[in-house]
């Protein structure tokens, strides 16, 4: 069945550091991507998204390229802030599986002032 | 123009009782998608909604779990005879349906935690 796999936290960094969480899938087809961020005691938010291979999502200073060729969804970010603390989910969505999220087991980050 | 909203927050409960949890979509959304996190897990599918509607609920367990979104009020999973395995956050996401396939966005409540004594 489709999978995703993320890089297991917790990440620990200084504030403005580069940071880059790592996530591959498993699929059949053309899945869309996403990385949805979770901040503590909150529900989880959209944060980008891919349809299609070689999109780039972007948001917040966040980009995540779709690689088909190596069936990734890497999410980088140039300058970390504090406030960019959280867990941070990686999850893809097949037409033919409806419009359910198969999500990552999540990254948690902590940036450090 | 408020979000998904999931009540209780929290909830606990003794082995054997019941547990609801309810989800009130976002406003103007008519698709209704329930997950389950359990402890240092990533969320996983339990089941999606339509007014009325059950359209996919492969991710539920067979027995003891239930779904309903009813034409009028929120959604509401129901748990009977709870175990100390049921104890996660149960969280909730709303769509608005009828859009291509790519822009139909889930937007996140902030979770029901639910505990099993």
């Known amino acids: 069945g489709d999978s995703v796999t993320q890089m297991e936290g917790p990440v620990t960094l200084s504030e403005e550091a580069f940071l880059t969480i790592n996530c591959t899938y498993t699929?059949?087809?053309?899945?869309?991507l996403f990385w949805y961020v979770q901040y503590p005691g909150e529900g989880l938010q959209l944060l980008l998204k891919?349809?299609?291979?070689?999109d780039k999502g972007s948001n917040k200073g966040f980009e995540a390229t779709y690689r088909k060729e190596t069936t990734s969804f890497h999410l980088e970010k140039g300058s970390v802030q504090v406030s960019d603390s959280a867990v941070y989910f990686c999850?893809?969505?097949?037409?033919?599986?409806?419009?359910?999220?198969?999500f990552g087991g999540g990254t948690r980050v902590l940036v450090k002032p | 123009n408020a979000g998904v909203m999931q009540n209780p927050r929290h909830l606990v409960r003794r082995r054997g009782q019941e547990a609801r949890l309810r989800c009130s979509p976002m406003k103007g959304h008519s698709h209704v998608y329930w997950y389950r996190q359990l402890p240092e897990e990533g969320l996983k599918f339990m089941v999606y909604l339509q007014k009325e509607n059950i359209i996919d609920e492969s991710g539920m367990p067979k027995e003891r779990f239930s779904a309903e979104f009813p034409k009028e009020g929120p959604s509401i999973l129901r748990i009977q005879q709870v175990v100390r395995g049921d104890s996660a956050a149960y969280f909730c996401a709303s769509s608005r349906g009828g859009t291509s396939f790519g822009t139909d966005t889930q937007y996140f409540g902030p979770g029901t935690r639910l505990t099993v004594l």
């Open positions: 699929a059949t087809g053309y899945p869309s």
């Open positions: 891919a349809t299609k291979a070689d």
């Open positions: 999850a893809l969505r097949k037409r033919a599986a409806g419009n359910k999220l198969t």
